[in-house]
């Protein structure tokens, strides 16, 4: 079974309360694979649509979605374990909200064909992807290149080499996003970045060639869209993941946001620097298995992920994330990952390989 952080459902007909948590109780009794236990309920009553969030333990196996009359899942669930919820979502024709990155560095090619198949959308979450979405619109045919923006972490302008003792709070004090603490160590040394260069492959349909990187140290311009014309398209907006959030449960519909809006002051100053991928091994490595393909991905975010926890729990250095990934990457021969079965079977050799190399509960 694998953790789950956060899931979001959006029913499709208004129901009231008492329905809701009907709703609710069916899920954690075996919906996208069962939650087995679950941490709080919230259920906002609203006229339409009802939105059930939810926060789980853990998946196992078990019964359909579609029985619950959803058309909207949110999926910001951590890691690989996010793969299975969202193919089963898309199998029943029902669009998925995606937050979970890892299950399109995965598994893109399976979500990719089965979104063609069912006619169920992907819609992007990721701050960035949002914004490349917003760029696109209206401009899909005419578009050349696509840019991500990356503040560059806590540890901008520093050189790699200096960075293998640095603490676990270093490196979780991000300057601009709150964010879960795998994410962020992924970001502190850019292989996130790496991630949502995948991410956007699949989601847009531009090769990597085509898939740009900068700096941008204030976060406000979160994606750009390069125009055949040589012309940018930029989309600016808070550091505030509730933007993309509450633009995915109502999409397509464009409603209020009712926090903190981004004021002209804040634009007063925009800065933005070459992404020297030298500069980043972790990177690198992600580009590399990318455009490997098959199963590299999926190798590389398992070594990913058993890495990061080692790290934040003490067992090994900063740097030395980078050295499990590319021993793992090494080591496997990419094959298929057109489907659910090939993928996992990946990220289980992969933290059974690292396991008997390293050791301990978390490789």
């Known amino acids: 079974m694998h953790s789950v952080d956060v899931v979001m459902v959006r029913l499709r007909d208004p129901l009231h309360r008492s329905a809701a948590r009907l709703a609710t109780q069916s899920l954690l009794a075996g919906v996208l694979g069962g939650v087995v236990g679950f941490l709080a309920v919230c259920v ?40 299975v919820p969202t193919v089963r ?9 995606l937050a979970n990155k890892e299950s399109l560095v995965t598994g893109g090619q399976i979500i990719d064909a089965l979104s063609a198949e069912s006619g169920a959308k992907v819609i992007p979450v990721d701050s960035e992807h949002f914004s490349l979405a917003r ?24 050189d790699i080499a200096s960075l293998g003792d640095v603490t676990v709070p270093e490196v979780l004090d991000h300057p601009t996003w709150s964010m879960g603490r795998k994410v962020t160590v992924d970001s502190a040394h850019l292989l996130n970045k790496g991630l949502e260069v995948i991410e956007a492959h699949w989601l847009f349909g531009f090769d990597y060639g085509s898939i740009g990187v900068v700096i941008h140290p204030q976060s406000r311009v979160h994606g750009l869209a390069r125009l055949k014309d040589g012309s940018l398209m930029a989309h600016l907006g808070p550091a ?8 995915a449960l109502y999409h397509p519909a464009m409603v209020s946001f009712p926090w903190e809006h981004l004021s002209l002051v804040e634009l007063s100053r925009l800065d933005f620097q070459e992404f020297e991928q030298e500069r980043y091994p972790a990177f690198v490595l992600v580009m590399e298995a990318a455009r490997t393909g098959g199963t590299a991905p999926a190798v ?31 080591a496997h021969t990419a094959g298929p990952a057109g489907t659910v079965e090939e993928v996992l079977e990946a990220d289980r050799w992969a933290r059974e390989y690292l396991r008997e190399i390293y050791g301990g509960p978390s490789a």
Request: aromatic fraction near 8%.
């Open 240 to 247: 505030d993941m509730r933007l993309p959030i509450i633009s």
């Open 300 to 330: 590389l975010n398992a070594a990913d992920e058993i890495a990061v926890e080692a790290f934040l729990a003490g067992r090994i250095g900063f740097l030395d994330i980078i050295e499990w990934i590319e021993r793992a990457l090494a």
């Open 135 to 158: 760029c696109l619109k209206g401009h899909e045919g005419e578009t050349a290149e696509l840019i991500l923006t990356a503040s560059g972490g806590p540890f901008l302008g520093r």
């Open 44 to 83: 906002f009553d609203r006229t339409d649509p009802v939105v059930i969030v939810f926060v789980g333990l853990a998946y196992g196996g078990g019964a359909s979605l579609g029985e619950l009359f959803v058309v909207l899942l949110g999926a910001a669930l951590v890691g690989v374990a996010g793969l």
């Open 89 to 97: 979502a898309l199998e029943t024709g029902i669009d998925v909200a």
